[in-house]
């Protein structure tokens, strides 16, 4: 979940506006209810675009020069 579907969960659930419900939020924070991941296969498909990208760029260069 990101931060605004889980803001929005507080917010259903508890009835609340938009500014107690990010209150809330940093409160969980602060007291490690809820932790913060990266999402691995997000940034692992970054790098292999990434890669490919340069592998690319370094191809055309070598078939330039």
């Known amino acids: 979940m990101n931060k605004q579907e889980i803001k929005e969960k507080i917010k259903r659930q508890l ?4 500014d107690t419900a990010e209150r809330i939020f940093h409160r969980a924070l602060e007291d ?13 498909g970054l790098v ?18």
């Open 15 to 18: 009835e609340c506006d938009d």
């Open 32 to 44: 490690k209810m809820i932790t913060v991941r990266l999402n691995w296969n997000f940034v692992i």
């Open 48 to 65: 292999i675009y990434s890669m490919v990208i340069v592998t690319a760029i370094w191809a055309i260069w070598r078939h330039i020069g």
